[in-house]
Structures are given as C-alpha cells and as structure tokens.
C-alpha cells in the first residue's frame, strides 16, 4: 500500500469512526460526511490521472456533483429540524414527529 492510498484511507476511516461515534450534532454527522465525500473524489481522480485515460474522466466530476448535492440538502434540513425542533441535537430528533 503506497502512502497516497493509505492517507486517503485513513481519511476515510476517520470520518466513518466521527459518523459513527460522535453523533451528537446533526452539523457533525454532516461534516463528517462531507469529509468521506472529499476523501473519496480526491482519492477517484488521483486513480483516473494515473490511469491517464479518458474514459473515467467524467467520475469524479459526477462524485463532486453528488456530494455539493448532498451538502446542500444536509444543510436545509439542518435549517429545517433547528427551526422546528429548537436545536439541532440528534438525540431530539424523532422521525415519527412530522
């Protein structure tokens, strides 16, 4: 394993381990989101520039696209849950309450 995919790897790694163990905030579990998403589009485009090929060009255009897509609709309902819940606490959020 060269250090480029162990780096971008353990970038990966840690973003998962902040998902899964510290979801106290819904803007943490976003953040670490975000962070999967980057490691992820860094680590598809460094494999499609060593490929030199242009047939996988187009991926990692299509993996920002999704993750800003995601971004955007993380941050309204981030909006949307503090307007209606008065915090954005995971632990408040019941998903049975409309």
Known sequence: MTPIHFT???AFLLG???????????LSALLCL???MLSLFVA???????????NFSLAPMLLLAFSA?????GLALMVATARTHGSDHL????????
């Open 8 to 10: 971008f790897s353990t």
């Open 16 to 26: 998962l381990s902040g998902l899964a163990f510290h979801r106290t905030h819904l």
């Open 34 to 36: 975000e962070g999967m």
């Open 44 to 54: 598809l485009s460094l494999w499609t520039m060593q490929l030199s090929s242009n």
């Open 69 to 73: 897509c995601e971004a955007s609709v």
């Open 91 to 98: 632990r408040n959020l019941n998903l049975l309450q409309c």
